[in-house]
């Protein structure tokens, strides 16, 4: 105790005077020849109006890793649009030589199965726990105009290379840390080029005009159970599942009118598959960084506030033994300074930033924002961190070994015992999933008696077990989610700060079994996990020639979209504003090279932002306005013409706006207190004679999010005022009438959906217009409904 009182005392003395100096700059030159981020760059990380472009980056990490022995670096990967994707590992020299050795000591202690049963096995983890290290994730750059974060991994890694400051010699000695420049390679260069661009002109500062990931935008962290893309499966398989950090330091940035800085606790909720040593973790360690930092004079922190714990899909590492520290610091323009006044700044969720409270502190008061406080405020806090868990090292090892402990633990009778996958359509999928993610799947031999109270159990039935090392992420994944009902002071519905449901089981139509009491079963012999496919193997796909529209204003449906025709084969061509606008759609009934489109998809973006655009002035001429009226017309004659248009969830409303729909979304501008559906999943029923639900069963899901809700009007009182009459509508699928809509998530106001319409397609001129009240194609997660989207874009019904 009095050792750690004395660390702690050390500590302190060198943070303050840590303080006075700029953060950017090594203390001593110890490390002669460790060149410095300015060498390669021609200017310091952190400089106004200043980014470096990606091979700037790849080459100062090259360069380092030549330079110094307490850096190695490797590519692992290519990145979406084929960049490297790089990662450094840097310690002690010592360290470095035997990484296999504490990798090892990682794999024993994450899952201690391996090291036997009872007091012998905590004797064998407790001596690994005093050999182990650390292991500490910094990853950067997943949002690409958050520039601050990969800016600021040169400035890390240059003081761990370069300094011999004693905090920095127990930083390298106790811990190893993995640090990802930028977890989006190409965003980097996507936001530099548009920024550089735009320099000097009245657009310096802007986001640029398209998504900063090609498939996901900003979705890209929102992609950590699912692993479609393969920056997720470069993270997960060559980094998380090797090295199974306990700390995972992922750096952002917010707005710029909040807080300067978020640190962790999260706010609530916190998925209740979080292990309470998680919890325990990011509280202590955020609460302490927060604490330190306020110590060290930055003002403007908060933390419980804004950003909550509930989504596996932003945090993977909450499920395989290690805590997040999410931080989020403000954000000038880009690279461009920014003033503010303190009467500009604008509450939050948890916390006002015009006034002081226990999580918000001390006030800032405006004035000047500018990258160099970005990176201030990263450097430091990402080097309270280091130094957190290299003086709590074994602290950090003991936790982690607790929480495979307690994983791993034999499960009683009335406890949760596991889930029987069934083999079905999109098993594979869901199984490939949960190995990926390292949990263990068995294929049992299940006898012609084998059931589970009445219910015969199939053959070919998966057995997923929660006593096992990552059972925390089967069980959050394969059960279904009751949000809370969290209002704030004046009775309003809080906002989450995601979605609300994950469910794979409703997302994938596979009726899962939970298991409630240990289940006797036997395996065959040879290895217990089961080596899967890709899934999807039966889907139709269409092969018509088919249009994507992409407008000036970035949509990551749009981007999915694009994203799951391309994994499925799906030929389609990308059309802009301008294609639409200029009227040449070209719809003939005889297929000709200049019939391009047989149909045309919009995906899920506001009416008003399609309509509309980005307002004048906002960007450079050509890229503002929208489809507008011009648009408006031209798709109205594709449609008249014989062509199908295709739109998903709120763009729903554009068609029934512009095309003037005899049809009413009935949620449109209702107050969240009497309806909300902030990503959930919904329960719908199907007419399956009609085409597009064709091969669909009678039940299904949607995935609901700010989604429309039709009903059609019959009978109205000036019909002229309509486009088509009512019998030009049919009704695809619709909410129950009786039975709550909710299957998983959070829903309010579900009385007044029950029965309404959810997908429904118009017959216009000789065209069509599908509407989706509902995302089928969610986030490439919602298999499920696959065959509802697909069946839409298959020609004519
Ligand atoms: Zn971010």
């Not at 005077?17 to 030159?29: A, F, I």
């Not at 110890?30 to 200017?43: K, M, N, R, S």
């Not at 035997?98 to 199965?113: G, I, M, N, T, W």
């Not at 998504?211 to 992609?223: M, Q, S």
Request: aromatic content about 8%; proline content about 7%.
């Amino acid at each position: 105790m009095n050792k750690r009182v004395l660390a702690f005392a050390v500590l302190l003395i060198g943070l303050v005077c840590l303080c006075v100096r700029d953060l950017s700059r090594p203390v001593q030159s110890a490390a002669q020849g460790i060149p410095a981020p300015e060498d390669v760059l021609g200017f310091k990380p952190g400089d106004d109006r200043k980014l470096a472009s990606w091979s700037q980056v790849v080459e100062y990490f090259e360069r380092l890793d030549v330079a110094s022995d307490r850096v190695m670096f490797q590519v692992l990967g290519k990145s979406t649009m084929e960049k490297p994707f790089v990662l450094a590992t840097i310690s002690a020299p010592e360290n470095l030589a035997r990484l296999e050795e504490y990798k090892a000591v990682q794999e024993q202690l994450a899952d201690p199965r391996k090291l036997g049963t009872g007091t012998a096995r905590d004797r064998r983890a407790a001596e690994l726990i005093r050999k182990g290290k650390t292991i500490v994730l910094i990853t950067c750059g997943i949002h690409s105009t958050e520039v601050g974060s990969y800016l600021s991994s040169m400035l890390i890694a240059h003081r761990l290379a370069s300094s011999n400051e004693p905090e920095i010699q127990r930083i390298l000695q106790n811990t190893i840390i993995l640090l990802v420049p930028s977890l989006n390679p190409d965003g980097v260069d996507i936001v530099k080029n548009w920024y550089d661009k735009t320099l000097g002109t009245p657009y310096e500062g802007t986001d640029p005009p398209e998504l900063y990931h090609k498939y996901t935008g900003h979705d890209n962290n929102r992609d950590w159970y699912a692993f479609t893309q393969v920056e997720t499966q470069i993270t997960v398989d060559k980094i998380h599942n090797v090295w199974h950090p306990q700390i995972v330091h992922d750096i952002h940035q917010q707005g710029s009118m909040g807080s300067r800085l978020f640190l962790p606790p999260y706010m609530q909720p916190v998925e209740p598959n979080v292990p309470k040593q998680i919890v325990e973790g990011y509280t202590e360690l955020g609460n302490w960084m927060a604490h330190e930092m306020r110590a060290k004079g930055f003002v403007g922190i908060t933390t419980n506030s804004t950003y909550d714990a509930w989504s596996p899909s932003r945090a993977y590492s909450h499920y395989h033994g290690g805590v997040r520290i999410l931080s989020e610091t403000a954000s000038a323009r880009i690279a461009t300074p920014i003033t503010l006044k303190f009467e500009q700044l604008t509450s939050r969720e948890g916390y006002d930033p015009q006034k002081e409270s226990a999580n918000y502190g001390p006030l800032w008061r405006g004035g000047e924002w500018k990258l160099r406080d970005i990176t201030n405020y990263m450097t430091t806090a990402a080097f309270l961190l280091l130094n957190h868990a290299s003086v709590n090292r074994e602290q950090w090892l003991r936790r982690f070994y607790e929480i495979g402990r307690e994983a791993v633990r034999p499960r009683v009778i009335r406890e949760r015992f596991g889930f029987l996958i069934p083999p079905t359509a999109n098993s594979d999928s869901l199984e490939k999933i949960l190995v990926t993610a390292g949990v263990e799947v068995a294929s049992p031999v299940w006898g012609p008696t084998a059931r589970v109270g009445t219910r015969p159990i199939q053959k070919d039935t998966s057995l997923v077990r929660i006593d096992q090392p990552y059972g925390s992420f089967a069980s959050a994944l394969l059960e279904r989610q009751h949000y809370p009902d969290l209002r704030d002071a004046s009775g309003h519905p809080i906002q989450p700060y995601d979605v609300t449901a994950h469910t794979l089981p409703l997302l994938l139509g596979i009726e899962v079994q939970e298991l409630r009491a240990p289940l006797k079963y036997r395996l065959p012999s040879g290895s217990m996990t089961q080596v899967v496919g890709s899934g999807n193997c039966c889907l139709a796909v269409p092969s018509a020639p088919m249009g994507l529209y992409r407008a000036a204003v970035p949509s990551m449906d749009a981007g999915w979209t694009d994203w799951i025709l391309s994994a499925q084969d799906v030929y389609h061509t990308i059309i802009t504003e301008k294609d639409v606008r200029s009227g040449k759609l070209h719809y003939t009934t005889v297929p000709s090279t200049t019939d391009r489109y047989r149909l045309i998809i919009i995906p899920d973006q506001a009416a008003r932002t399609i309509l509309n655009g980005y307002r004048s002035g906002a960007m450079p001429p050509e890229l503002t306005g929208g489809l507008g009226q011009e648009g408006v017309k031209a798709l109205r004659q594709y449609v008249e013409d014989g062509g199908t248009l295709v739109f998903l969830n709120r763009a729903s409303d554009f068609a029934i706006e512009q095309f003037k729909l005899p049809i009413k979304n009935v949620v449109a501008g209702l107050p969240r207190t009497d309806f909300y559906v902030p990503g959930s999943i919904l329960r719908i029923e199907l007419d399956t004679t009609h085409p597009i639900a064709r091969s669909m069963p009678k039940e299904s899901i949607a995935w609901a999010e700010e989604s429309p809700v039709f009903e059609v009007i019959e009978n109205p009182a000036t019909p002229s005022q309509y486009s088509v009459p009512a019998s030009a509508v049919k009704v695809i699928a619709w909410y129950p009438r009786v039975a709550d809509p909710l299957l998983s998530g959070w829903l309010l106001g579900a009385n007044r959906i029950k029965g309404k319409a959810a997908l429904i397609e118009v017959k216009m001129g000789k065209g069509r217009i599908v509407l989706f009240g509902f995302r089928p194609q969610y986030r490439a997660q919602s298999l499920a409904t696959y065959p509802l989207f697909f069946n839409a874009l298959r020609g004519g019904s």
